[in-house]
């Protein structure tokens, strides 16, 4: 879409960045810090030397922040052994060094569609601790032996790795769901490294077979099965701004269960040695009641409890009922069962969990070098190997985790501000025109409704009264504001 009034979307991200407090440079120090650092004697320490395994790793078209790659071996009986490594960034962010102080002001890196504010300086985050393809690199492995989509044992370490084959979602998908094309030249690239590199093309589709057991699995059991295609906006160099869709693959269901199958398996690795770790939750539902209704609308019952295999089958059925209108239900009861959190778990106590994903014991792991508390739990990790002292007390972490928390949500406000502002920019030609839609929000705070294409989301200023969540309704954009972030929209009927 043409961006003919000019906007600097750039300054607008920065601004909002400074109004949550969030760092937007590097200060001096830090840049120092960056440009010491060196590549590890690897041969000086302590670990395992896995670099003649075949590594590949698995990201966005746009990836250069690599955290994790993995690999596959079989063990017999129609077991599997697979290892996720992720990348060792405390070797390089030290505790109280000024990088980690830095880190942790954020907390995150913020992707905001026209900047990207990394939470840790390129050297480190796409250079010394990016698994990029062909370079010795430290690594936090973690092993799981995998039989009929369960782990059955599993173990941590660390080790050092070489990532043989830095692949794309959409390429990785194109090969394992056999598209045709035509292909953007970033998957044609990885089509011809899965052809070209001897054992990868198996080793994906092994990778894919178990990674779709584990999902089975994890859906046996309650896991809740979402479709929430998102908005990717993009401002290109020339001015014009793209308002891409995010959707699901295999590619990315096979990141996703084997970082949450790691995961897990670190937490109960944590809690089997008696360490306390921040974990991630999301806890029972307190709008059920919202979720039932929303169910009762669409045709179905749920339980007066929160059953979340219950909600599971509801939502099957609905995807096989109705698939165009599946994302947007999706949304809905995304909305409804809340924010997750991070939170303290002491060794011995019960965990919170994570309703979403039916587990008692999950953290956040996989991405410590744009994710701090994946540095904290790493830190963890590295004092046990070392037979040191915990890296930070239970006083310590419960005080982390709750800014972590914060910041995430603070980090969340600023990347949907400037993605509504981006497309606050890209709508402007069409005020006036009418939108299908749903409410995503109902509350004393305003009636929020998300329209489907393009999909973004803005405020209903003009509304009959009694809309609920997950109402389909008809819009009409009234107005928009790239500085304020504001989409506005009148409700012409439902």
Known sequence: MDNRDTVDLRRIAREVMLEKDFRVDFPPEVIQEAENAREPDFAALPIRDMSGMLWSSIDNDDSKDLDQAETIEEIGDGAHRVYVAVANVDHFVPDGSATDESALQNTTSIYTGVETFPMLPERFSTDLSSLNEGEKRLAMVTQLDI??????????????????????????AAFLEQRAGPHSDITRSVLGKIARIPGLARQLQAQDAVAQALRARRFDSGALDFDTPELRPVLNADGTIDLDR?????????????MIAANRSVAAFLEKHGLPCIQRVVETPKHWPEIVALAADHGGHLPKRPDGQALEAFLAAQRSKDPERFPDLSLAVIKLLGRGEYVVKGPGQAGVGHFGLAARNYLHGSAPNRRYPDLIDQRMLIALFRNDKPAYSPRALAKLADWCTRREQDAKKVERHVHKSIAAVALRPRIGETFEGFVTGASEKGVFVRVANPPVEGKAVSHPRGMRVGDRVQVRLLRTDARKGFIDFEVEGR
């Open 147 to 172: 039989e009929g989509g369960e782990v059955a044992a599993a173990d941590v370490y660390l080790a050092a790795i070489e990532n043989k084959a830095q692949l794309t979602y959409d390429g990785v």
């Open 246 to 258: 995010w959707v699901s693959n295999r590619a990315t269901q096979l990141i996703e269960e084997f």
